[in-house]
């Protein structure tokens, strides 16, 4: 974050928010509708239009997933040294935008570089947008955290939304207008951004102009270096798509280096310091092991919501990928209403959990949810047909799981780092995410279901009733673990609550 940005005039200390949130928040909400929208469709054209076998679509899902989440640690460096937060936004909208539009070309070769571009687009996107939101606020202004919850909120109106219309124009209609349609949306948000950027005034600029524009290799400023570098990373990335099993080596060595480089990082800090990052350190390594569950949605739950749930109401057949990637967005939005009003009711009693506690807690509902699927299977055995009553109601612990973790995540993040490695932090908070997803992949292709049974729900079901029923059990016991440890990470946040 830019320390230096100077206060805000026009935003005096009032209830309400500065202007410029609305712009950031319905930019992030069409780009999420784009992101959400495309991930909605991606495991299902896999496996139905390309024909790949399902462990290769759940390791290029994975591996996708786990990119563009690795990505925003490049894209926050480069927008805090050089580009400034906006120049990143627009450069990664741009590059998301094309994404999208390639994906839309229904040709072979337009799969792999369409993820590449937006891999590479998210990077500079996603992390920079959200840290535009932090400047419009000064640190202690009590505003802050609900113009962030605002804001989340935006995310999840674009996920809800783009995942209910991508999930059906890609599923009933076509897969290339599905992807089409996602990439209108990102033209949309980047259009609000760059339209509504002026608002912000000095707010993102780059750092130093000087540095931009100074030659750094045969001539050629430094900005165009790095937007020419970004676009040699593409040709890389669809490399790696066709070489997949070399990311096990990069998300374990990435994953090892972030984790020697937090702890380096802490032996060189005073006592409370460390004990500090120690706790976020622990946490953060925990927070992997949920979103490799919670990333079922986007990867098996898409393809047990086509073959498994019933999805006829009053006779109506839903679409299934709609329904299964508006499910947990919706929820998102209307749970957030009570998380808001819980947490702070229960401090006022003395009762709020502490962050740990919470983090167990999120292992706990999202067990609960798994294993509310699990008794779904159990009592459909002779249909194969779960109802779209209990998938419902296992997505609801699920996302009161989420709510316990995500949004109390970030807050940890910023509590317990030492402010000028926030970013940094940040984004291995985020990284968490990439390798969750990647172990998601992973965690999926155990349920890949033979080739000649997936039109028979009786017989597809017991490839997902075996592993949804571990999933919800080890989650619970790693919820009580937590729990359990609660009371030492506890002790090594000190004066944090
Ligand atoms: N759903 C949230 C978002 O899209 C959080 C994602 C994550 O951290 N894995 O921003």
């Known amino acids: 974050m830019d320390l230096t940005e100077p206060e805000i005039p026009e935003a005096p200390a009032s209830k309400g928010h500065p202007r410029q949130l609305y712009m950031l928040f319905f930019a992030e909400m069409w780009e999420r509708f784009s992101f959400y929208g ?5 495991l299902a054209y896999m496996v139905t239009e390309l024909k790949f076998d399902e462990p290769k679509g759940y390791a290029i899902l994975g591996s996708y997933a786990a ?22 936004v627009l450069f990664g909208g741009i590059l998301m935008s094309i994404g999208h539009l390639v994906l839309a070309v229904p040709e ?6 369409g993820m590449a571009f937006i891999i590479c687009g998210n990077g500079f996107f996603k992390p920079n947008i959200s840290s535009l939101v932090g400047t419009l606020y000064n640190d202690n202004d009590p505003r802050k955290d609900s113009g962030f919850s605002i804001f989340y909120m935006g995310i999840n109106v674009g996920a809800a939304l783009g995942g209910l219309l991508c999930g059906y124009v890609g599923q009933r209609i076509s897969w290339h207008y599905g992807f089409g349609l996602a990439g209108i949306f990102m033209i949309l948000g980047l259009v609000v951004f760059y339209f509504g950027q002026k608002s912000l005034k000095h707010r993102g600029l780059p750092p130093d102009q000087a540095v931009l524009k100074k030659p750094l290799f045969i001539g050629i400023p430094t900005e165009v270096v790095i937007y ?13 798509f066709n070489q997949y099993e070399v990311m096990d080596y990069i998300m374990f060595g990435l994953g090892a280096l972030s984790i020697a480089y937090i702890l380096f990082i802490s032996f060189q800090m005073e006592q409370a310091a460390r004990y500090k990052l120690f706790a976020a350190l622990v946490l953060i390594i925990f927070s992997t092991l949920f979103w490799g569950f919670y990333e079922q949605n986007a990867g098996s739950l898409n393809l047990f919501a086509m073959r498994n749930v019933d999805m006829t109401v009053a006779g109506v057949e839903l679409p299934a990928l709609s329904v299964n990637n508006f499910l947990p967005p919706a929820w998102v939005i209307l749970l957030s209403f009570v998380f808001a009003w819980l947490w702070p009711a229960l401090n006022r009693k003395g009762l709020e959990p502490s962050t740990p506690m919470k ?11 798994f294993y509310v699927f699990y008794l779904g299977c159990q009592l459909s055995a002779d249909t194969g047909l779960i109802s779209l009553f209990t998938f419902a109601a296992g997505y609801f612990f699920i996302i009161c799981g989420e709510l316990c973790i995500s949004p109390i995540g970030l807050s940890m993040v910023t509590k317990l780092s030492p402010a000028k490695i926030v970013g940094m932090m940040m984004g291995i908070w985020f990284f968490a995410s990439a390798i969750g997803e990647f172990l998601a992949g992973k965690i999926g292709s155990l349920m890949s279901v033979p080739e000649d049974v997936v039109d028979q729900p009786v017989l597809s079901l017991p490839y997902y009733a075996d592993i949804i ?8 016991g790693i919820g009580v673990l937590l729990i359990l440890l609660g009371p030492v990470i506890r002790k090594w946040m000190g004066d944090v609550r």
């Open 67 to 88: 990119l563009v989440y690795t990505m925003p640690m490049f894209g926050g460096i480069m927008a805090d040294r050089f580009l400034g937060y906006r120049k990143a």
């Open 108 to 113: 072979d070769w337009s799969f792999f570089y």
């Open 38 to 42: 495309m991930k909605a469709l991606l």
């Open 469 to 476: 029923n571990q999933i919800g059990l080890y989650s619970i």
């Open 228 to 240: 020419v570098a970004t676009l040699l990373v593409i040709p890389a990335i669809v490399a790696l």
């Open 359 to 369: 983090f167990g807690l999120s292992f706990v509902f999202l067990g609960i949810g």
